[in-house]
């Protein structure tokens, strides 16, 4: 041992294996002072070696998903299981010990995981563009990159892409818990035979992007809901400006970046496609502002244990319909978790009602409640039952 500890001082060129608290071995240098020192060449070989143990890795988990994509599609399974990609996500951050970030071992499960997921199936999406607007980030987080995300103008277009089957699914706006509901879309379910397969429920957090100084803006470019969502922090640090609404936050950004006296207020990320810096970030009025986003289909999703189901109905306009009609989820004990009214387009003072309780329609306390709206509504549509999603983003 002395023997060998005295070479080591004496050769400051020799290289000695030096075991890692995780138990890998990585070389080591020893300086003229005996110590030994870590050398970024010899580190970049044991990523190199980790590397390759993660694309092998990778590659047994495509071949495990190409196993179960075939299973699927002998029992005629969807391949997208919104469900198990959830619980995925939330298991990898659970078994997180760092120095990684959970959102960052978040971002690299969910393309790993679409990348599996197209192993078995390319999965076509369309969602409200352009790129990088906030229906373009839900669709990336709940699809991943690697299926093929189709931006589309209008939601109408987002429910035709559907019901066409031009896309298997169709990301769109539901609500938002400043601004309330999403007409269009509401307008889209009255008229279509799209069905919620899923939902995800999205923070959304505004910045405000310019090439600029803060100080020199003299108008502002967004969307409405943006500009109402930062109307508050637009009228205390931005008083002289003005509000321009355009019909996209991509458009705001592209037109703020060839104006000095402009900002956009948009997504971190418009910002970095576009090139545009960060002015102030996080900018919305209220800390907790979330977009629920529904996940269309032409079917509805099964049973997952945690489970809430949507139903579209109108009743006779007459004193106490609607509170003999809610009195129906209290007397099969459904907790409703969102109410909305919204007048039929050409039919005036006629309404139609969107309920959304917690429970699966197939579930028996449902298929009762169900029944018996049947018999007093005028129009009733199940839209949907899918798994409950905790908020991301």
Not at 126 to 150: C, D, K, N
Not at 338 to 357: D, N, Q, T
């Amino acid at each position: 041992m002395a023997k060998a500890k005295n070479s080591t001082a004496t050769s400051p060129s020799l290289r000695e294996e030096h075991a890692t608290p995780s138990g890998d071995r990585v070389a080591k240098k020893a300086d003229a002072g005996g110590r030994g020192k870590l050398t970024v060449s010899a580190l970049r070989r044991e990523l190199d070696r980790i590397d390759r143990e993660i694309l092998a890795a990778m590659n047994r988990r495509g071949a495990l998903a190409l196993q179960i994509g075939e299973l699927k599609h002998a029992d005629a399974q969807s391949i997208y299981d919104p469900q198990r990609e959830s619980e995925v996500l939330q298991q990898a951050a659970a078994n997180n010990a760092g120095p990684l970030t959970d959102a960052g071992v978040r971002a690299v499960f969910r393309e790993l995981v679409s990348a599996t997921r197209a192993v078995q199936e390319p999965l076509r999406v369309a969602y409200l563009g352009p790129e990088f607007t906030f229906s373009h980030l839900a669709a990336i987080e709940r699809f991943g990159q690697s299926a093929e995300l189709v931006p589309v103008g209008t939601i109408a277009v987002v429910f035709e892409e559907v019901e066409r089957g031009q896309a298997q699914f169709g990301v769109v706006p539901m609500e938002n818990s400043t601004d309330g509901r999403v007409a269009d879309t509401l307008d889209c379910f009255s008229r279509s035979a799209a069905r919620i397969y899923g939902e995800l429920p999205l923070h959304i957090h505004h910045c405000l992007l310019g090439v600029g100084q803060r100080d020199d803006i003299r108008i502002v470019y967004s969307k409405p809901q943006p500009l109402s969502q930062c109307r508050n922090w637009l009228a205390k640090h931005l008083p002289q400006a003005e509000l321009v609404e355009l019909a996209s936050t991509a458009e705001a950004a592209k037109r703020a970046k060839d104006e000095p006296h402009a900002a956009a207020v948009a997504s971190a990320q418009a910002g970095v496609n576009y090139g545009l810096p960060v002015l102030a970030k996080d900018i919305e009025d209220q800390r907790d502002n979330i977009t629920r986003f529904a996940i269309i289909a032409a079917t509805t999703s099964g049973r997952t244990g945690n489970d809430k189901t949507t139903l579209m109905f109108e009743i006779a306009h007459q004193p106490g319909a609607l509170a003999d009609t809610m009195a129906i989820f209290k007397r099969n004990r459904l907790n409703m978790t969102w109410i909305e009214s919204y007048p039929i387009p050409g039919a005036r003072g006629r309404y139609l009602f969107f309920v959304e309780f917690v429970g699966h329609q197939d579930e028996l306390r449902a298929r009762r409640a169900i029944a018996s709206l049947q018999k007093k509504a005028l129009r009733l549509e199940v839209l949907g039952s899918y798994g409950q999603t905790e908020p991301v983003g």
